[in-house]
């Protein structure tokens, strides 16, 4: 018997291009036929630049009524050609939560912001106040009521903002990205909230690059790739295909079961030098697997004995020591409660711990933005004050653009931090070719792409001497190519003698790039450890708890074990090896 | 887990929402604030009377009176907190006036000037305090202010805390690479300094200011049905008393004004 009722979503042969679509060889949305059925839960998905963006807003109306553009084909919401919908009902039917809760509130309080869009449209107060209620009652929202919004953690703003476009009736959920800047915990709340809705037969289509958490919620994935759909799988199909199939999709893991421990740094203190052409090796290996568009060689003998040339103004072995940190935002309580840790360089540290635990403070604090209450930080047995760790750490941001400041590549090397060879074109030029840069020299760096604007900001904190470089979510967001590209830059780094404390949620990275782990919980390093097949369960357990395996959790849940570079827990430090 | 939910939902859930809508009614009808609308008027006297002549009597009434104001919606710390540094300035500026030293005397010339906007501050921090933003919006449309400055304002005071995170973030990023925006620096290099802090300021505040309306555009902001409101405004017994007791001083202080400048020959 035919099905009668409407796909909640359908494109049929659908192109679309944001200028004049014979204009272009390559329109962003290329000849796209999809059908989602009511109650159905999608995932999309594909590199970066793909166009499933664009498909979202051909969902929710933002095109054509915030962006312009051409299109041919018809895209039909419940059945009703985009062109008839009123855009007031079109709110309605679909609701749309972005990535960034930072720009999606109107209100300081959350029950007004709960309200928002039924007011905007207009509906009786009655309504609203129901429409409310349905929404709180539906996703159980009880305790975000009467709240100040400031004070809401990333994840119950993610779920507010779910709240907001469920009070005015949304049958269609249209999530772009909704957890990248989210924790393990809150990936979780965001998770069991969708799986209420979907149990209420909404259909929910979620763009995503990261995907472990949605391996028992979705129930098709779609990968896109330059504009039309590539492939549609049902979850099982999906969860079937062999990891390096999605992998050469360019697609993230689905499972973080089997993920190995990667990481062939293992540079032995002291000899951060000689380890270094080790790394360089093994390294470039694995970046020809990973990323073959990425144009670096860093495989060639004469680069590595370059840069070791280059960077070899100190190739002693860093010793970076943090004790009894204390610090935080006056008049608020302290947010790092006495951390100490003892790591050395030639190794990339992963900080791990869920959000609000003191990670990116514990960075600010490192790069010198925020000054200390107590406690110190010292490199080389050196203590540094708050100001003069400025240059010798070297905060990367997680939008690193914006810490660009240059009109050129070339010139962004030369501003701020003069090291003693700041002019020294041969180590520019070098490290623009290391860092994947040649033939960009005269760009501007904000018309560079996420990935380069991202090496460069590395590349320049190299430059200016920096020795622990400290790179804040440096994968938030990031498809797997410009992931993997990214633990490319990592161990680069530390073939060249640097100290990289890497903060992330981001399994996947710390598997690849990182051989050391901190685990920062409520101010306080909970324990820290080398990484290794035995110990990446257990940094699994932290990063995804409830996706990993029995055992695996089983790991996670021990008892620390003792550090094996450094001794955490106390204030006074010990030497571990 | 899902078939719990389910069932539960069939039995109970219209129940448990009702229970949540007067959770929420009863939230909303604790919340005791003056009448947006008068608290906007109020502030429109307000600053009149801060522009005449008045007598010391008339100021300390309009301070008292706009601490009862916010007493009212249950800030009294805050309210008794303005009257005793009102009582400050007052002591502060007699003492100065008692002195010939000109520093006192310049002094107490602009405590007195502090008194006479005393009022306007307290009357505006129970705005800001007290009303929600939507009750402010739901206010300024029933006194039929157009929908687009409604909109407009409701975006340009989301803006500001946006504008502010965006400025230390842009200082941040200028710190790490080692730009110091000190005033030497800005003495020396003015353009470079523009450049290194507007540009990339600029630059990140378009960003957001995109993200907040797109969010904006799918919560319907461009709706063409008239705003309504989770609020309701009632205008009480308590608002009437603040909003005569307000209009009587502002009509004494016109009056007076008057007065003085017939005096002084200008009507």
Redesign the interface.
């Known amino acids: 018997m035919p099905d009668l009722t409407p796909p909640a979503l359908a494109f049929e042969d659908v192109s679309f291009a944001y200028g004049a679509l014979s204009e272009q060889k390559n329109p962003t949305l290329n000849n796209i036929n999809l059908r989602i059925n009511r109650g159905e839960c999608v995932c999309l998905t594909g590199p970066s630049g793909c166009g499933k963006t664009t498909l979202t807003r051909l969902c ?3 095109i054509p ?2 962006y312009e553009g051409s299109r041919q084909g018809r895209v039909l919401i419940d059945g009703i050609e985009l062109g008839q919908w009123e ?2 009902e079109l ?2 039917s ?3 939560v ?1 990535q ?1 809760p ?8 959350t ?2 912001e709960l ?11 009655a309504e ?3 429409g ?3 929404a ?3 996703l159980g929202l ?1 305790d975000l ?2 709240r100040d919004i400031h004070d809401l953690s990333g994840g119950q703003r993610q779920l507010l903002a779910l709240g ?2 469920c009070a ?1 009736g949304a049958n269609i959920f249209v999530l772009d990205e909704p957890t990248a800047n989210l924790d393990a915990a809150a990936t979780q709340a965001v998770k069991r909230t969708l ?2 809705l ?3 037969q909404k259909t929910i289509l979620i763009v995503e690059h990261r995907l472990h958490w949605l391996d028992d919620l979705v129930d098709r994935v779609v990968c896109m790739r330059d504009g039309h759909i590539a492939r549609d799988w049902t979850a099982q199909e999906f969860a079937d295909l062999p990891t390096d199939t999605a992998a050469g999709m360019g697609l993230r893991r689905w499972s973080l079961r089997g993920l190995q421990f990667e990481s062939q740094l293992r540079a032995t203190p002291g000899e951060a030098g000689a380890g270094s052409e080790d790394a360089a090796g093994a390294s470039s290996e694995d970046a020809a697997g990973a990323s073959s568009e990425d144009a670096t060689d860093t495989s060639s003998k004469d680069a590595a004995g370059a840069s070791s040339k280059n960077a070899a103004r100190d190739l002693r072995p860093l010793d970076i020591q943090a004790d009894g940190l204390r610090a935080g935002y006056r008049p608020q309580e302290d947010i790092l409660k006495g951390l100490s840790f003892l790591a050395t360089g030639g190794h990339a540290v992963a900080i791990i711990g869920g959000n609000g635990q003191g990670k990116s403070t514990l960075a ?1 604090v490192m ?3 925020i000054r200390e209450s107590y406690g110190g930080i010292s490199l080389n047995a050196r203590p540094l004050s708050a100001r003069s760790r ?2 010798s750490v ?2 990367v ?1 997680q939008e690193s653009g ?2 660009l ?1 240059g009109a050129s590549v070339r010139e962004e090397f030369e ?4 090291s003693p060879d700041a002019g020294d074109q041969a180590q520019i030029a070098d490290l623009i070719q290391r860092f994947g840069l040649s033939g960009r020299e005269e760009r501007h760096p ?1 018309s560079l792409s996420g990935g380069e604007k991202q090496r460069l900001a590395v590349a ?1 904190g190299v430059h ?1 001497g920096a020795r622990l470089l400290v790179l804040d979510e440096p994968t938030s967001g990031l498809d797997r190519a410009n992931m993997r590209r990214c633990a490319d830059e990592i161990r680069r780094l530390v073939q060249l003698g640097c100290c990289v404390f890497v903060i992330t949620h981001d399994a996947e990275l710390v598997a690849a790039a990182c051989d050391q782990v901190i685990e920062v919980a409520d101010g306080r390093v909970r324990s820290a450890y080398d990484l290794s097949d035995e110990t990446l369960p257990r940094a699994l357990g932290v990063l995804a708890p409830g996706y990993a395996d029995d055992d695996v959790m089983a790991a996670a849940n021990a008892p620390p074990r003792e550090a094996a570079f450094g001794i955490a827990r106390q204030a006074s430090l010990g030497i571990a090896r | 887990m899902s078939v719990a939910i389910r069932s539960w939902r069939k039995t109970g859930s219209r129940l448990r929402a009702q229970d949540i809508e007067r959770q929420i009614e009863r939230s909303l009808a604790k919340r005791r604030s003056v009448d947006p609308r008068v608290q906007i008027v109020i502030l429109v006297m307000i600053n009149l009377m801060a522009t005449t002549p008045t007598p010391a009597a008339l100021d300390i009434a309009g301070v008292v009176l706009a601490a009862a104001t916010l007493a009212y919606s249950g800030r009294w710390a805050g309210a008794a907190k303005w009257l005793v540094g009102y009582a400050a300035v007052w002591v502060t500026a007699t003492l100065c006036s008692l002195s010939a030293d000109p520093f006192f005397v310049s002094v107490g010339a602009m405590l007195m000037m502090l008194r006479k906007i005393y009022a306007v501050a307290i009357i505006a921090t129970t705005l800001v305090s007290t009303v929600r933003v939507g009750e402010l919006a739901y206010a300024l449309q029933r006194l039929h202010i157009p929908r687009l400055v409604i909109v407009a304002l409701s975006v340009v005071l989301r803006f500001f805390p946006t504008l502010a995170a965006e400025a230390s973030a842009v200082l941040a990023a200028m710190k790490l690479r080692g730009i110091r925006l000190s005033l030497g620096n800005i003495l020396r290099h003015p353009l470079r300094m523009i450049e290194h802090f507007a540009v990339p300021l600029i630059l990140r505040v378009s960003v957001v200011t995109d993200e907040i309306s797109r969010a904006a555009t799918v919560r319907g902001i461009d709706s063409k049905h008239a705003r309504t409101s989770l609020y309701e405004l009632k205008t009480g017994v308590a608002d009437w008393f603040f909003l005569l007791g307000f209009a009587a001083l502002t009509l004494v202080s016109a009056v007076l004004a008057r007065d003085s400048l017939t005096l002084m020959g200008l009507f």
């Open positions: 929710n109306g933002l009524s915030f855009m007031d709110c309605r679909v609701g749309s972005f960034n930072r720009s999606q509130f109107f209100n300081l309080d029950t007004s309200a928002y869009g039924c007011e905007n449209l207009g509906l009786a107060r609203i106040l129901r409310v209620a349905e709180v009652e539906t009880q009521l009467e907001t476009v005015m799986q209420r979907k149990d209420l600010q790069a010198g933005l400025i240059g070297y905060l941001l914006y810490q400041f501003i701020g931090l003069a904000a320049v200016a």
